[in-house]
Every structure is written in C-alpha cells, then in structure tokens.
C-alpha cells in the first residue's frame, strides 16, 4: 500500500478503498435493482422460504453482535465495574451503529419498507412477537442514539447538553439492558410459533433464554473482539486510560464470558433431556448439532477459561473468535439450516450472490462509519475537558496532540 | 463480574425457567370460536382431479391465467404448492396402499380457528371473521412475510415479483363476493362437478361428515383433519387413505399457534417490571457499598490520624515533663551553689 | 368476561394491547416514583 506520497497520482486508488468502491458500486447497483425488479430480481427467497441470509445475518446476527452496548454498559454502570469504563463508548458505538444497520438492512427486506413504522403508529398486532421486537428495537435504537451523542457533543462543544445527557447515563443503561433483555430473547420466540418447520434440537419453548444468554456472550466476545481490531488499526487514538484498562477489560470480560457460556452450554443440554429428544443427537443434523454446542460453546468456553487462569490475553483473541463465529452458526441454524429442515432438498434455500452482496455492503457501512466516528470524536480517549481520569504522566501533552494525530500514520493504518 | 453477574444471570434464568412452559394468560378459559361460522368440507373420495375448483377460483377472484390451462391434468405429474397466482391447487396422489387408484387432494387456506398468521401479524392485517374467512388487509401489511413462516400449512404467498406493492395472496373463502352477495358459495365450491366440496356451518359440516362415515362404513377413516389440528380449522377433509399419504401433516398436534406464543409474550411485561427495580438495587447496592467503604476508608484515616497525633502529643508531654524537671533540677542547683556561694562568703568574712 | 371473546386470538389483541399501554406507562411511573423516593437523601450523587 502506498500511502506516504501525497504527490502520487493513484494516492486514492489503494486496494482497500478500491474494493470498498466496487463494493459500494454493487450496493447501489443491487439497490436499483431491489426497487425495480422487486425481491424476486435480487433474492432467491420463495413462498417455502420466505426469509433468508437478510434475516439470519443482518437482522439475527447484527442485533446478537450489538449486544456488546448493553452487557459493557450494565457492567460499568450498574454492577459498578469502574475498570471497564473506557471500554463503554466503543461498545455503545458499536450497539448504535449495529442496530441502525439492522434498520437499513430492513428496508431492502421488507416489501413496502416505508410501512415499517406501521405498527407502532397506525394498527397494533400486539399478539406477534416481531411486534414486540420491533419496537424494543426501535426503543433501543433511540436509547442508543441518546447514549452515544455525548461524545458527538464534546466534539461539537456542546458542553451544557453533554452533560444534561450524562446525568441520564444510568437510567438510560438500565432502560437499555431491559429492552436488550426483551428483544434479544424475543428474536428467539420468533420461531417459537413453528414447531412443525424448526428442528427439535433447535426448536425449544427456551429458546428465548437461549438467545438472551447467547447474547450475553456473544456481546463480552464482541468488545474483546472488536478491541483487538481497534488496537491494531486505531491504535494511535487511544489515550492512555484506555490502554491501561484494556487488559483489564479483557481478562473480566473473558471471565464473564467463560462462565456465562458454561450456562448457556448447560442450558441447552436441559433443554434437550427435558423434550427428550436424545436420539437425534444420533441423526446428520444431530452431529451438526453438537459441532455447534461442543466447537462453538463448549471451546471458547474452555479458552476463555484458560485465559483467565493463564493471564493469557492472546488466547482471549480466539475465544472471542470461536463464541462470535458460533453466535453466527446458531442463529444460521434456527432460521436457516435447521429450519425447513423437512422439505426437500430441491425446496431448500441458499442465497443470492446480490443478497450476500447487500449484506457484505452494509457491513462495510458499519466499519466506515466505525473508523470515523471514533477516529473524529472521543471514543477511544477522554475529550480533555471531560476527563474523568486523573491524566496519566505525559497524557497532558498528548491530549493536545489530539488534534494534530490526523497526520500521525501508523503502519497499519487504512491509507486515504 | 463473577459474583454479581452470575447472581444477575441466575435470577435471569430462574425467572425464565419458571416461565419456560407455555403457561398462557388465557389460564383455564376455554374459546370455542365463532358460532355459526361457515367452512368447507372436502372429500377426497369424490374427488376426481379436474381441476375445475382452480379454474372456478381463477374466474371469480379474477386472477391472471396460469401458464398451464386447467384442464391440463399433465400437471398433477408432479406436486404443486400455492403461488401468487393460485388460491388453491389440486395435488394427484397415486400408488397408496390400500386406495384402488389415484387420490386427489384439494388444498388452499384451511382458515383455521386460531390462525398463526393473524397471531403472527404485527400489523393486525389478517382477520378471522365471525363468518369463518380469515382475510387480510392489504393497506397496512408491511411485507414483512412473518405470516407465511408462521402458516403451519405453508399457505400464504407473496408477489416477489412486485417492487413496490407486494401482496401476500391466499384464500379468502369468497368472503368479500359472498358478503356482497355476489356468490352463494364460495368459487371452487361452486364449480365443483361431484359435489366434493360441501359449504356451509362448520358445526354442520362435522355432523355431514359423520354421517357419511356412518352411512359408508369401510370407506372412510373415522377422523375429520381439520378438526382439532392447531386448534381445528374451517376447512374440513375426509378421506378413504392416511392423510399423511395426501402430503398433509398429521404432527402438527392440537395447540393453536396464539398459544405457543402468549408464554413468552407474557414474560414481556414481567420483564419490563421488574427487571429495572433488580437493575436498580444491584445498582443502589454497589453505590452503597462504595460509600461505605469510602466511610470505612475515612475512618481508618481518621483513626490512623488520631493515634499518630496521640503519639505526638505522648511525646511531647513527655518532652516537656522532662524539660520541667530538668529545669527544676536547674534551678535547684542554682539555688545550691547560690546558697553555698553565701556561705563561703560569710565564712570568710568572719576570720 | 368470557362472551367477549369467542377466540383465542381476540382475547390475546386485547390483552396485550393492555399489556403494552400498561408497561409503557408504568415505565415512566416507576422512573417518576423512584425519583420520589430518593428525593431526598442525603448524599446527592452526580452519577
């Protein structure tokens, strides 16, 4: 990557950001093509199959890996976990932007998306789940957004709004663990009403606990996850309290994880003794059932477990890995692998190379917006007049370097 | 996090486990559905596969004609489901033991008692009438397609086709032409030429379906599918061989779908409750284990200040006693040698 | 009670929809007397 020349000519045109042009070129292709052709000349979704990797990724995936807002924000917050304070606004960024992506991924998926907010403001199916998702979701993006704009307010200088919103810090955290409670174990019930469609070793009346204690996990994995990424290419915006917390975040957080998968793992297995339904452990999808449980649950369960005895971060690393990849594998499984799993393999699902296209377009939406909301405001280090930190030794030059870092180039840094 | 998250989690559960079963709010009432609602009864032993049901339907519903014509029967070589453009579809089934030939099944919305898709809607489109139709509105489905997840009979369809007014198609029971009086029966009923199709009360129907079970024994299993899946539907069938062998599913069990889901619906409320008056305490009871061990720490301060400061002042006291009596001790010698300097003098002056 | 609702379904649009009424009000209900209640303590914590 040459990015150290101003001068050169193609100094825009890096592989990175040519990929990221192709791949907007295709979202916006896709896009036109979404809203003239319909579903039908995007997807391969069909009257036995009518939700598919825009429900399962985007929309089940996306909320459970935005789970990191609320577990970081109640363990800071409310379990009064001080030391993890700094890793609070990249989780609440993270949450926000994940939902608000949850919400544009809808509008390619559902088929008159300028009707979402029809059931909250026009008619009311307050018998369906996805009613009660849907407006959790809708609450907590709120809830999201509010928590979020202090750092947007210190960048802009809005001292006397700042901090009118940072004095609602713990009521909006325990509103938004509530709603997160709600929604995540609601997207669960989704399928709750399909016992017929939904295979035993997946279909459970607790499914709801399964997906809320899942996300629990999957949200500790996310910050640990997600604070790798973010040490290794915003390292330079990270102040000195962030960086001093951070091993301590990611050794509690391992141990949070650790145990809160020991639950979910022994949760599951409940599940499957109390329905009685140990021989189709025996079937395919019985074996596809336990790769989930025992290489996605039970590992990085383990792995965090060693972390923690070990003091070995970069284990921490792969656990975090492991527990997201198997978030993933589990809601792929509810609503795509193991659902339909009666029908013909003719009548059986797989995408479109323009659904996974959308998918991978609004993922890189979110890493943009990521990079540059937390690379322009305070995210990963206290605005200097806020600070709640006593300033480290040496910290008081740095934070008036703050400013000039936009020419500091870290090795690894994207280049523009 | 260990200590008070595990606790936080096992309340979680707890709660969650003790809500685990589907314990719907309803409790002990029990909802027996409209009363004279209206159905159809289908018999699969009539039947004779034309298809003219499909073609009646496509007439008085005024859909577009479908690729093949209906009296194409080549089409029942393989199984068909319902698509946008079909309300209903006929499917042959053939070498079943027991059954002297091919059997045809009739199969569309069964309009059921309890519909998932109406329980399912989030928008309140769909309707179960007090005259049996379940219908649906299209000026609020968002398209969202939950319905047709939700349909444990995999009916409702959807005009993927359509960019920007997408609708989910199904059967409507003919209700909008029979409640304007432009139809007696519904379409396919009426287009039927072996009167395999019955309309009518669904109560009367399970009487006309038991007479005949009576009146032809041998011919019939002695089962109305229909009448307790999910809850019972208004649309009835009989039939000589398994119902399973006609591709309709026999484990679907008797729970009606709004019933699998008011469980967890429950817990929502419960949750919004108590779950911020848990999160508070936790939170109340942090805030005041800090103040106290804020207190604690003031006090050994202050405890450690107090006892240094005693020290101090023993040693000063001590200091100062010893100062005294030292002075004292001065002074006394003073007074001695002051004394004795006296005397030596007036001794001398004596001689 | 029962005569109003001859399905499932109906009972559960109307008992829900009171359900929702009710905890979005009791939302802002317990905030408020919450509020109340610690009104008046001692130590006034920003936080």
């Known amino acids: ?156 200088g809005f001292k006397k709004y700042r901090n009118i919103i940072v004095r609602g810090t713990m009521a909006l955290t325990i509103f938004g663990v509530v709603l997160s409670t709600m929604h995540q174990s609601s997207l669960g019930a989704l399928y709750l009403i399909v016992p017929s469609k939904l295979h035993p070793l997946w279909y459970s009346s607790y499914i709801p606990i399964f997906f809320f204690i899942s996300s629990i996990a999957a949200g500790l994995s996310m910050v640990i996850f997600e604070g790798t990424l973010s040490h290794h290419f915003l390292h330079h915006k990270m102040d000195r309290t962030y960086l001093s917390e951070h091993n301590d975040v990611v050794l509690g957080f391992s141990k949070g994880a650790s145990l809160v998968l020991a639950c ?12 009685n339904k140990w021989h189709y452990l025996l079937t395919g999808y019985g074996a596809w059932f336990l790769v989930e449980l025992l290489g996605f649950v039970a590992l990085p369960c383990f ?22 990849l198997g978030i993933v594998l589990n809601r792929f499984n509810v ?39 937390s690379t322009k405001m305070p995210i990963f280090y206290e605005h200097p007049e806020y600070r709640e930190h006593a300033p480290h030794e040496g910290e008081e030059e740095e934070s008036a370097h703050f400013t000039e870092h936009k020419l500091h180039k870290h090795p690894q840094t994207f280049g523009h | 996090m260990l200590r008070r998250t595990f606790l936080g989690l096992l309340g979680a559960a707890g709660l969650g486990a003790a809500l685990g079963k589907p314990a719907h709010a309803a409790g002990s009432q029990h909802f027996q559905g409209y009363p004279g609602s209206f159905g159809v009864l289908f018999d699969s032993t009539r039947c004779i596969g034309c298809r003219s049901c ?46 002297a030939g091919p059997v045809y099944k009739k199969w569309q919305c069964n309009h059921c008692l309890e519909p998932a898709c109406a329980s399912s809607c989030f928008v309140r489109a769909f309707t179960k009438t007090p005259q049996g139709a379940v219908t649906w509105d299209g000026t609020v489905c968002v398209g969202c397609r939950y319905c047709m997840i939700a349909c444990p009979f995999e009916i409702p369809t959807f005009e993927y086709g359509e960019p920007l007014t997408p609708r989910i198609m199904k059967c409507t029971l003919c209700y909008p032409l029979i409640t304007s009086g432009k139809l007696t029966v519904p379409g396919c009923v009426g287009a039927c030429p072996v009167e395999a199709l019955v309309y009518g009360k669904r109560t009367d129907l399970i ?39 006609l591709g309709m599913r026999e484990d679907l069990g008797v729970i009606p779908a709004p019933e699998l889901t008011s469980g967890a619906l429950a817990a929502v409320p419960i949750v919004a409750a108590a779950w911020p008056v848990l999160l508070t305490g936790i939170y109340a009871i942090n805030k005041r284990k800090d103040k106290i061990a804020r207190q604690e720490e003031a006090q050994a301060v202050a405890r450690a200040v107090a006892q240094a400061q005693a020290e101090a002042e023993a040693k000063l006291k001590k200091a100062m006693t010893k100062a005294e009596a030292e002075q004292k001790a001065a002074i006394e010698r003073e007074i001695k040698r002051a004394l004795e300097e006296a005397a030596k003098g007036q001794s001398q002056e004596g001689e | 009670m ?36 610690t009104g008046r303590d001692e130590e006034k914590d920003i936080q």
């Open chain 1, 335 to 373: 609503s795509w692998f193991a659902f339909n799993w009666q029908l013909p393999p003719a009548d059986r699902y797989f995408p479109s190379w323009m659904e996974i296209a959308i998918s991978i377009y609004i993922v890189t939406i979110g890493v943009l917006l990521f990079r540059f909301i």
């Open chain 1, 1 to 156: 990557m040459n990015t150290e020349n101003p001068a050169a000519k193609n100094s825009l045109l890096t592989p990175f950001n040519v990929v990221i042009g192709i791949i907007f070129l295709l979202g916006a292709l896709i896009t036109f093509l979404r809203f003239t052709k319909g579903l039908a000349g995007v997807t391969n979704l069909s009257d036995n199959n009518p939700w598919g990797v825009w429900i399962s990724f985007d929309l089940l995936c996306g909320v459970a890996l935005a789970a990191g807002g609320y577990t970081t924000s109640a363990a800071c917050y409310v379990f009064g976990l001080k030391r993890y304070h700094s890793a609070v606004r990249p989780a609440i960024l993270t949450a926000f932007l994940g939902y608000a992506l949850v919400v544009f991924a809808l509008h390619y998926d559902v088929g008159r998306p300028w009707r979402l907010p029809y059931p909250f403001f026009v008619q009311s199916g307050t018998t369906s789940v996805l009613f009660e998702v849907g407006l959790c979701v809708f609450l907590y993006l709120v809830t999201l957004f509010v928590e979020w704009t202090p750092a947007a307010l210190e960048w802009l």
């Open chain 3, 2 to 37: 029962e005569n109003h609702f001859y399905t499932l379904h109906d009972f559960l649009v109307y008992t829900k929809g009171a359900a929702y009424i009710l905890m979005g009000v009791s939302v802002l209900g317990i905030l408020g007397f919450w509020l109340y209640i």
């Open chain 2, 207 to 245: 009487k006309i379906a038991r007479e005949r079970f009576h009146a032809f024994p041998g011919r019939y299993l002695n089962q109305i599918y229909g009448e307790h899946e999910m809850g019972g539907t208004n649309w009835l069938y009989i039939s000589g061989v398994p119902f399973s062998a």
């Open chain 1, 264 to 275: 979910y793992f022994l949760l599951k297995v409940v599940g499957v003794a109390l329905d």
């Open chain 2, 54 to 99: 499909e073609a009646g339907c496509n007439r008085v519903n005024e859909l577009p004609p479908p690729p093949e014509p209906f009296d194409d029967l080549s089409v029942l070589n393989t199984k068909r489901r319902t698509h946008w453009y079909t309300y209903t579809v006929v499917n042959r089934y053939d070498n079943i033991p027991g059954a």
């Open chain 1, 303 to 324: 792995l965090y477990a060693i972390t923690v005895r070990e003091k070995n971060l970069a284990l921490a690393k792969w656990a975090s890995v492991l527990t997201v």
